[in-house]
T-cell receptor, first 110, second 113 residues
């Protein structure tokens, strides 16, 4: 079974803090993705990576950056968290098209 | 353009069948997916169908694909309270040499006694 884990289920941060969200997959997948999910807006792609050290912007990259130093790990970074980044963050990995998701991190920025 | 549409809410009685509908726009999509999300959790892959198929059955789940109308449906037989969740339809969209998934907004299924 594919396993995708995320470092925290719930996180509370203050405005202006630097925030790291970590995602790890154990299936040697090439592709990894970060989404945010907001009520009424569905899932929106923030960034994805198709190989180590490679990244591509998704639909809403503003205010975020990513890091992929190892194949199994994909990090999402909020350089200076803002209240409008309060959301559910979902990580996924895939080999071809099928994506497998982690449990999500619910981030609250106060 | 890329767009996947679903109705937002469906309410059914326990034991009845549920049918969740989805329309998509990209006729070149090779795979179409159904994901399930329970409260506070990530998305769980339920099933998928290849675009050259009309139907796929997996236990209580039946997926129907009408390529001409770009319409996908998920039927859940004998719906149980444990089926209460949000169901997302998604299509593959090639983007710059990579496969991107385009998701619908999700259909919230409520199962009542």
């Amino acid at each position: 079974d594919v396993k995708v884990t995320q470092s925290s289920r719930y996180l509370v941060k203050r405005t202006g803090e630097k925030v790291f969200l970590e995602c790890v997959q154990d299936m040697d997948h090439e592709n990894m993705f970060w989404y945010r999910q907001d009520p009424g807006l569905g899932l929106r792609l923030i960034y994805f990576s198709y190989d180590v050290k490679m990244k591509e912007k998704g639909d809403i990259p503003e205010g975020y950056s990513v890091s992929r130093e190892k194949k199994e790990r994909f990090s999402l970074i909020l350089e200076s968290a803002s209240t409008n980044q309060t959301s559910m963050y979902l990580c996924a990995s895939s080999f071809s098209g099928t994506q497998y998701f982690g449990p999500g991190t619910r981030l609250t920025v106060l | 353009g890329e767009d996947v549409e679903q109705s937002l809410f469906l309410s059914v009685r326990e034991g009845d069948s549920s049918v969740i509908n989805c329309t998509y726009t990209d006729s070149s999509s090779t795979y179409l997916y159904w994901y399930k999300q329970e409260p506070g959790a990530g998305l769980q892959l339920l099933t998928y169908i290849f675009s050259n198929m009309d139907m796929k059955q997996d236990q209580r789940l039946t997926v129907l694909l009408n390529k001409k109308d770009k319409h996908l449906s998920l039927r859940i037989a004998d719906t149980q309270t444990g089926d209460s969740a949000i169901y997302f339809c998604a299509e593959i969209h090639p983007s710059g040499g990579y496969n991107k998934l385009i998701f619908g907004a999700g259909t919230r299924l409520a199962v009542h006694p």
